[in-house]
C-alpha cells in the first residue's frame, strides 16, 4: 500500500489538518500550488513588479523541492511508480487536452495534427493552456528519480556521491536548457501546432530538456526529507534567507521561467531559489502551528490537481474582459486570483460526484488497498 501523500494527489478527501509534524508541508503544499496562480497573475506581476521577481525567484524550484520532500518509493517498482502517477496526473491531463481539442476542431479553430502534437509532445508551446505543461514533466521527475533510485543506488549511497551528482545536475541542467529557444527570443516558441524539426528549437518531449534543473531540486527536497519534516527556524537563519533573497534579487533581476527556458545564471539562479525556499519553509512552519490557517491553506494543497489544471483559461478571460466593465486594476487583479481558484475546486466537486468524471479525472485505486480497507472493517 502507498503511504505517501504526494504533491499533486488525485482523490483527496474533505482535508483535515494533519499532525503537527507534517502540518508545515500541508501548508507549503497549498501555499506552493497559490503561488503558481498568483504568477500568471500579470496584474499582480505590474503593479507590484519586485514582489512578483521575487516569488517568480523560487515559486518553481520551491514545488518541485515539496514534491521531492513528500516522494517515497516504498515498496514500488519503477513500473508502478510510472503507472501510478501516469494514471494521477497524465491521465487527467489529456482528458483535458482532448475535450479542448476536440472543441476547436469543431469549431474550426482546431486540427486532429494539433491534438496528436499535444498529446505526444506534451509541452508548454504545443498546449492551448501552456500551464499544463507541469503535468507530464513532473510524470517525467517521478520516472526519472525512481528509476535513479531502484537502479542506480550505488550512485547516491554516500553523501559525496550524493553532492557531486547534485552539482552535476546543476551544471548539466543549465547547458542543456540554454541549448533551446526560448520564446522571447523564437515567437515559433510561443505556439507550435503542426509536426515539424522547428519543435526541436524550443524544447524536448514532456520537456525533458527541463529535466537535469528540476530532478536538482526535487532530489534535494527528497535528500533532506527527513530533515524538513524536523525542521524548526531560528529567527536568525530566517533573517538572513530573506535579507539574501531580497539582496540577489535586487542586484540581479533575472528571471526564472522555466516554460519559457529561462534560468538565467549558474549560481544566482540557484542561490535565490534557495534563499527563498529556506524562507517559505520557515514561514510555512509558523503558518502550520495554526489549525485553521493549516486547514485552508492545506486544502488547496490537496485539490491543487484541479487548480493546475482548469485556472489559466479562466484567469486570462478574467484579465482578458473584466477591465471592460471594471475600472479598477486591484479588483480585476483579486477577481483573477480568486475565481479561477474557486472556480477549479468547483470543477473537483463535480467531477468527484460523477462516476463517469471521477473515474476519467481521478486515479483508480489498487484492488488490493480497496481490500486491505475493507478487511478493517469486517
Not at 215 to 223: D, K, P, Q, V
Not at 304 to 313: D, E, K, N, T, V
Not at 314 to 328: G, K, Q
Amino acid at each position: 500500500m502507498m503511504t505517501v501523500q504526494l504533491t499533486l494527489p488525485g482523490v483527496p478527501p474533505p482535508y483535515e489538518s494533519g499532525t503537527p509534524k507534517v502540518a508545515m508541508i500541508d501548508v507549503a503544499k497549498g501555499f506552493g500550488i497559490l503561488l503558481i496562480v498568483l504568477g500568471h497573475n500579470t496584474i499582480f506581476s505590474s503593479t507590484f513588479s519586485f514582489v512578483s521577481e521575487v516569488l517568480a525567484a523560487f515559486r518553481i524550484p520551491f514545488f518541485f523541492f515539496m514534491s521531492g520532500v513528500t516522494f517515497s518509493i516504498a515498496r514500488r517498482t519503477l513500473g508502478q511508480v510510472a503507472v501510478q502517477r501516469a494514471d494521477a496526473w497524465l491521465k487527467p491531463c489529456a482528458v483535458v487536452l482532448i475535450v479542448i481539442g476536440v472543441l476547436k476542431i469543431a469549431l474550426g479553430v482546431g486540427t486532429p495534427e494539433g491534438l496528436l502534437l499535444s498529446l505526444t509532445f506534451a509541452t508548454g508551446f504545443t498546449f492551448a493552456w501552456p500551464p499544463l505543461w507541469f503535468l507530464p514533466h513532473l510524470w517525467l521527475v517521478y520516472v526519472f528519480t525512481a528509476a535513479l533510485l531502484i537502479k542506480c543506488p550505488r550512485l547516491i549511497n554516500t553523501l559525496r556521491k550524493r553532492i557531486f551528482l547534485l552539482i552535476c545536475f546543476g551544471l548539466g541542467g543549465y547547458y542543456l536548457l540554454h541549448m533551446f529557444s526560448s520564446p522571447l527570443d523564437n515567437p515559433s516558441c510561443t505556439k507550435q501546432l503542426i509536426f515539424t524539426m522547428r519543435l526541436f528549437e524550443c524544447g524536448l518531449p514532456y520537456s525533458a530538456d527541463l529535466l537535469l534543473v528540476t530532478a536538482l531540486y526535487f532530489l534535494i527536497g527528497h535528500f533532506l526529507s527527513d530533515a524538513i519534516k524536523r525542521f524548526k527556524p531560528r529567527r536568525l537563519e530566517m533573517l538572513f534567507a530573506v535579507v539574501g533573497l531580497l539582496v540577489l534579487c535586487e542586484q540581479f533581476p533575472l528571471s526564472l521561467d522555466l516554460n519559457a527556458r529561462e534560468y538565467q545564471d549558474l549560481l544566482i539562479s540557484p542561490f535565490q531559489a534557495f534563499f527563498g525556499i529556506f524562507a517559505m519553509l520557515g514561514f510555512c512552519y509558523y503558518c502550520g502551528k495554526s489549525r485553521y490557517i493549516t486547514t485552508v491553506i492545506g486544502y488547496f494543497g490537496r485539490t491543487s490537481l484541479f487548480i493546475l489544471l482548469f485556472h489559466a483559461p479562466i484567469l486570462y478571460w478574467i484579465l482578458r474582459n473584466l477591465p471592460r466593465w471594471i475600472d479598477s486594476p486591484l479588483v480585476v487583479g483579486m477577481a483573477a486570483f480568486v475565481i479561477p481558484i474557486t472556480l477549479s475546486l468547483a470543477a473537483y466537486y463535480i467531477c468527484r460526484s460523477s462516476v463517469v468524471l471521477s473515474t476519467l479525472m481521478f486515479p483508480i485505486k489498487p484492488k488490493r488497498v480497496e481490500r486491505r480497507a475493507s478487511a478493517l472493517y469486517r
